[in-house]
């Protein structure tokens, strides 16, 4: 059964620390995966996306990082801010389907408190 | 920021009302999808569009229909609206991948947030 699994559920920091957030998969065959934000009642809005042949990928102060071979994606956030606060969802797509199924995490909640 | 809108934002109705949730983006893309998700649960597909006349259901079973007469609307209704239908509702757009890459971004609208009481 095709599976996204994220931890933590939920994470408090201090705002100017640093963050990893977990993702693992069972999704196959695999395409890609992406990171999303979603603050509270809002939509999710893409962080980075990653390919089979990629290992890691920046946008700004978010790093992510993948492997393949064990399934795994991590989401490093460095020098947290207060805005930062949101639920991050990992998601993996198939191309076992024209449609490119995405499979949803069910996200980490993160709290930057000042 | 994406250009894919969702009207209206929060919605408070009773039960047995008939209601119709707005999904229009302006970037042309073909395939639109709508979501449904709980607090601290995941995004559930309920229905997508790969074009105009194209509409299928998702993976969660969902007493919603849909319609796509136009490229940019994707509009979703509830004949008679019930208390289990209290949920978020997000709209999803994305373009058809590349021949060269299977890769493709699906942008999502800020959401519909639907009681029904």
């Known amino acids: 059964k095709n599976q996204v699994e994220q931890s933590p559920q939920s994470l408090i920091i201090l705002e100017g620390k640093n963050c990893t957030l977990q993702?693992?998969?069972?999704?196959?065959?695999?395409?890609?995966l992406r990171w999303y934000k979603q603050d509270t009642g809002r939509g999710p809005v893409s962080l980075t996306i990653?390919?089979?042949?990629?290992n890691t990928k920046s946008n700004g102060r978010y790093t992510a990082t993948l492997d393949a071979d064990t399934k795994q994606s991590s989401l490093h956030i460095t020098a947290s801010q207060l805005s930062d606060s949101a639920s991050y969802i990992c998601v993996v797509s198939d191309r076992g389907s024209t449609l490119g199924r995405l499979y949803f995490g069910r996200g980490t909640q993160l709290t930057v408190w000042p | 920021e994406a250009d894919i809108y969702q009207t209206p934002r929060y919605l408070v109705i009773g039960t047995g009302k008939k209601i119709t949730l707005e999904c229009s983006q302006t970037m042309g893309h073909d395939k639109m999808y709508w979501y449904q998700q709980d607090p601290g649960m995941e995004l559930h597909l309920i229905h997508y569009?790969?074009?105009?006349?194209?509409?299928e259901k998702g993976d969660l079973s969902s007493e919603s229909t849909v319609s796509r007469i136009r490229t940019e609307h994707f509009p979703l209704t509830l004949e008679s609206a019930r208390p289990s239908h209290t949920s978020q509702y997000l709209c999803?757009?994305?373009?058809?991948?590349?021949?060269?890459?299977?890769?493709?971004?699906?942008?999502f609208g800020p959401g519909t947030r639907l009681t029904v009481t």
């Open positions: 999803a757009s994305s373009a058809l991948p590349d021949r060269g890459s299977p890769s493709y971004e699906q942008y």
């Open positions: 993702c693992n998969y069972t999704v196959s065959p695999f395409s890609n």
């Open positions: 569009s790969y074009g105009v006349n194209s509409t």
């Open positions: 990653m390919t089979f042949s990629e």
